[in-house]
């Protein structure tokens, strides 16, 4: 399998619960994935901190996956996740989740983000 690593907003308490739950997983089965916080990651993945927040960025071969492209892939190569990965692959549900994500689900967790970061500063 090759090495997948996994760039995500670690300050989000939504984000961080689904990827600590998806390393642990692939800690347990000793798979090649790394998770990394955006807070200490971004630039090296050269992404602006504020454009990784919007959604999850996974990179493979030297390539870059975004959104709902980025879950696939990782799911794809997560133990009991493949059903998932094909079921949002398929032609008729595809566009709708990526519709779903990218239009609703990234956009409200991005502004809980957004909301906690002006809350800490005031």
Known sequence: MTKTDVLYNGEC???SFEMDHYAKIA???DLPMTFQPLKDNA???G???DDAAKRIHVRRDGQIYVGMDAFILLWRDL???GWLATL???PVVRPAT???YDRVVAPLIHGWHKRRQRKAVT
């Open 43 to 45: 630039a090296n993945w």
């Open 13 to 15: 308490p939504v984000c």
């Open 98 to 100: 990526v519709f779903l």
């Open 47 to 49: 992404i602006d901190p």
């Open 27 to 29: 800690d347990r089965d």
């Open 88 to 90: 949002c692959s398929w």
């Open 79 to 81: 133990p009991r996740y």
